[in-house]
C-alpha cells in the first residue's frame, strides 16, 4: 500500500473502483469528487477520455455535495446528500439511465429520479439499483439475467420501479455483476411514547430501601414497593433501538441509554456510600455495651 499524496490532509468519506480498465473515485468530507485512473469513455467525467495518475476533482460535481460513489463497467455514479443521482461514462446497455446509450463525458443528473430522495444506490456490471425514502426501489440498465428484477429480460432505459417489493421498506441494495441485492426493514411496532423502564421497587426515594429505612404503604396498606406489572407484548430496547430509521438516530439513542446507565450506576455509588456495613453497626453497638458496664460499675 502506497499513501494518495494528492489527498493528504483531506478526509475522504467514500471511495471505490472500477475492474480491468478501471477508474478510481474518492469523495471527500467537503463533498467533492475526485478521480484517476482509466479515462475511457469520459468515466473520470472530465469531458474527455484521457486517463491520469494522480486525483483531480470533477468540477462539475463542485457544490453538489456528493455522499457516495460507485464504479460500474465504464461508468460512474455519484449520490448527493440532497438525494439526486449522477452518471457519467459508457452509455451503451442504457446502464446510465439517461434515456440513451449515448456516451456521457461528464456528469449527468438522472433526470427519471427528479423529484424523489434516493438514500442508497448500487451498480453492477451494467446495470444500477436506487432506493427511495419511501422503501421504494429503482433499476435501469442491463437485464439479461433479469437483474432489473421485473419479471422479464427487457432493458430499463430509464429508471423503473422494481415489482415484487411492495409492502416491504427497500432500506439498502447491492449488485453482483448480473444479479441484485435488496435489505428491508422490519416493521415492529414501537409504541410512539415510550414506557419507563420498569424497577423492582415502584417507589424508592434516593435508595431508601438500601438504607433500611421502611417503604412508605398508601391508604389500603399495599406497601408501594410492590412490583409493577408486567408487560408482555413491550418491545425490547435493543428493538426498538435498531428500528430508529437513520445511523444518526440510532448514535443519539445509544448516547441516551449510556447517559441513563451512568445515572443508575452513580446512583448506586452513592447509596453504597450512605449504607452503614454491617460489620461496622455490631462494632460500635459493642464498644456502647462495654461503656455501659464501665458506667454500672461502683
Not at 179 to 191: E, G, I, M, Q, Y
Not at 199 to 219: H, I, K, Q
Not at 254 to 260: F, R, Y
Request: proline letters at 4%; a neutral charge.
Amino acid at each position: 500500500p502506497t499513501l494518495v499524496v494528492s489527498l493528504k490532509g483531506r478526509r475522504v468519506i467514500d471511495m471505490c473502483c472500477g475492474s480491468g480498465d478501471a477508474q478510481t473515485l474518492a469523495v471527500t468530507d467537503d463533498g467533492s469528487v475526485w478521480s484517476w485512473g482509466d479515462g475511457d469513455y469520459g468515466k473520470l467525467g472530465r469531458g474527455g477520455s484521457d486517463g491520469c495518475k494522480t486525483p483531480k476533482m470533477i468540477d462539475r460535481l463542485q457544490g453538489q455535495d456528493i455522499v457516495r460513489v460507485c464504479c460500474g463497467a465504464q461508468f460512474s455514479l455519484a449520490l448527493t446528500k440532497a438525494g439526486q443521482v449522477w452518471t457519467w461514462g459508457k452509455g451503451d446497455y442504457f446502464r446510465l439511465g439517461h434515456g440513451s446509450d449515448a456516451h456521457v463525458r461528464k456528469p449527468q443528473i438522472v433526470e427519471g429520479l427528479r423529484g424523489k430522495k434516493i438514500i442508497h444506490v448500487a451498480v453492477g456490471a451494467l446495470h444500477c439499483l436506487a432506493v427511495a425514502d419511501t422503501g421504494q426501489v429503482f433499476a435501469w440498465g442491463d437485464n439479461d439475467h433479469g437483474q432489473q428484477g421485473n419479471g422479464t429480460t427487457t432493458v430499463n432505459r430509464r429508471p423503473s420501479l422494481v415489482q415484487g417489493l411492495e409492502g416491504v421498506k427497500v432500506t439498502r441494495v447491492a449488485c453482483g455483476s448480473s444479479h441484485s441485492v435488496a435489505w428491508t426493514t422490519t416493521d415492529s411496532t414501537v409504541p410512539s411514547r415510550h414506557e419507563p423502564v420498569l424497577f423492582t421497587m415502584s417507589r424508592d426515594p434516593l435508595g431508601a430501601s438500601a438504607l433500611g429505612v421502611e417503604p412508605e404503604t398508601d391508604n389500603m396498606g399495599a406497601s408501594s414497593t410492590s412490583q409493577l406489572p408486567s408487560k408482555p407484548h413491550r418491545p425490547s430496547l435493543a428493538r426498538i433501538v435498531l428500528s430508529l430509521e437513520t445511523n444518526v438516530a440510532k448514535q443519539q439513542a445509544l448516547g441516551h441509554i449510556l447517559s441513563a446507565l451512568q445515572i443508575i450506576y452513580a446512583r448506586d455509588a452513592q447509596v453504597n456510600a450512605l449504607a452503614v456495613p454491617e460489620s461496622y453497626a455490631v462494632k460500635d453497638n459493642s464498644q456502647e455495651q462495654a461503656e455501659g458496664l464501665e458506667e454500672t460499675k461502683p
